[in-house]
């Protein structure tokens, strides 16, 4: 059963403009949530996380937005960069769970 | 080194045959996490240490996998009489606690 849910494959931006990259999760009990970023060959990095006590939190270009009613977060990137193409997962857990759960992940593609 | 390092990166094994993966996890890093992501899949969790104990293995498939720290450092995630469907890329994460995790490269299996 899928609890974390990335329903967009991909994703293709312009150099410059707003990228967008949805997440939807099940479990209610899930009140911390992390994006990881990753490129080839390579393990996912940790990008950025918020606890459910916040909506908002933003590190430089970067901004996670949480809905807990709608049970929905997403990552903005602006302005997108070439260097962002990656895979972007969402993963969610309890606080202080170790069982983290992912979702299948988006293909950001920014072109220059 | 400074990061979680994995290896083998790639191994190819035939069907019925046992392998090892290692992982070396960031010095100091108390948890350790197995998860195991299939092609086009997010990770998903197997197995948890906190040192040298093995605190959740839930997510182990079956009796064939067993994940091993005796020492609390390294660790080794052993696949017995491998099937097809355990190819995957094998990914090792530490963290500090149980929030960012911090990956490996991964090692990918593929079973003939």
């Known amino acids: 059963d899928q609890q974390v849910k990335q329903n967009s494959p991909s994703l293709s931006v312009q150099e410059g403009r707003i990228s967008i990259l949805n997440c939807d999760y099940t479990?209610?009990?899930?009140?911390?949530f992390l994006w990881y970023k990753k490129y080839p060959a390579e393990g996912p990095t940790f990008l950025i996380s918020?606890?459910?006590?916040?909506d908002k939190n933003e590190d430089g270009r970067f901004t996670v937005f949480l809905n807990k009613s709608a049970k929905h977060l997403s990552l903005h990137i602006v302005p997108s960069q070439p260097g962002d193409s990656a895979v972007y997962f969402c993963a969610a857990s309890e606080w202080n769970n170790n069982d983290m759960r992912f979702g299948a992940g988006t293909r950001l593609t920014v072109k220059p | 080194g400074a990061g979680v390092s994995q290896s083998p990166r790639y191994k190819v094994a035939k069907r019925g045959q046992d392998v090892a993966l290692r992982c070396d996890p960031i010095s100091g890093h108390v948890s350790l996490f197995w998860y195991q992501q299939a092609l086009g899949q997010g990770p998903e969790f197997l197995t948890y240490?906190?040192?040298?104990?093995?605190?959740?293995k839930s997510g182990l498939p079956s009796d064939r996998f067993f994940a091993e720290r005796p020492e609390g450092s390294v660790s080794t995630l052993k696949i017995q009489r491998t099937q097809q469907e355990d190819s995957a890329v094998y990914l090792c994460?530490?963290?500090?606690?149980?929030?960012?995790?911090?990956f490996g490269e991964g090692s990918r299996l593929t079973v003939l």
């Open positions: 918020i606890s459910s006590i916040k």
């Open positions: 479990n209610s009990m899930f009140d911390y």
């Open positions: 240490f906190q040192n040298e104990a093995q605190l959740d």
């Open positions: 994460a530490s963290s500090r606690d149980t929030g960012e995790l911090f």
